[in-house]
């Protein structure tokens, strides 16, 4: 066969034209992967705000929607009966994932230490909360909710008392 390749110019279209087309594929790729170094934008509260406006209301939606009430009358079930009862959970259980999230920015974090761990365990039960309400499982609803509070109740131990204390989730 009678080709360029085969005549020697394979090294010159490698070097030429393959090389240098395949590095800069490469180095779009990577830049492709770079975050940008400045992201625009402006909180609208503090951390009190955050609590008290976004991630509590939250969180009381999925504590009300898992376990029983039991009186001498009965037992109620608090677990949603209905599609919107359970896309309201899913809602709520995201809002709890992003607000940990907003706690991590910079103005609300406290520190790179325990605040950071303990915001990044409430995007983590947030996210299980929405999967176990997306799957209607009011048992792991529950649980997870057991697993939201010791969340909370670990940053409030911490930096709400004021007392320097250490971190119960670890």
């Known amino acids: 066969r009678d080709c360029l390749l085969s005549r020697g110019l394979g090294d010159v279209y490698k070097r030429q034209i393959l090389y240098p087309a395949f590095a800069a594929i490469l180095g779009m790729l990577a830049s492709c992967a770079q975050p940008p170094e400045d992201v625009p934008y402006r909180p609208t509260g503090d951390v009190k705000h955050t609590m008290n406006l976004v991630l509590d209301p939250a969180a009381d939606v999925i504590w009300g929607s898992a376990g029983f009430i039991m009186t001498e009358a009965g037992t109620q079930d608090l677990a949603p009966t209905t599609e919107d009862g359970w896309l309201a ?14 706690l991590m920015m910079p103005g609300r974090s406290k520190d790179n230490g325990d605040w ?22 009011a048992d792991k609803l529950f649980d997870l909710g057991g697993e939201l ?20 989730l670890k």
């Not at 959970?89 to 907003?102: D, I």
């Not at 909370?152 to 004021?162: A, D, E, F, P, R």
């Open 116 to 137: 950071q761990e303990i915001s990044l365990a409430l995007v983590d039960v947030g996210i299980r909360a929405q999967v176990a309400a997306e799957e209607k499982d």
């Open 149 to 168: 509070y010791r969340v909370c109740l670990s940053c409030h131990q911490l930096y709400i008392q004021g007392e320097e204390k250490t971190n119960p």
């Open 89 to 102: 959970v899913q809602h709520s259980a995201m809002v709890v994932a992003e607000s940990g999230n907003l």
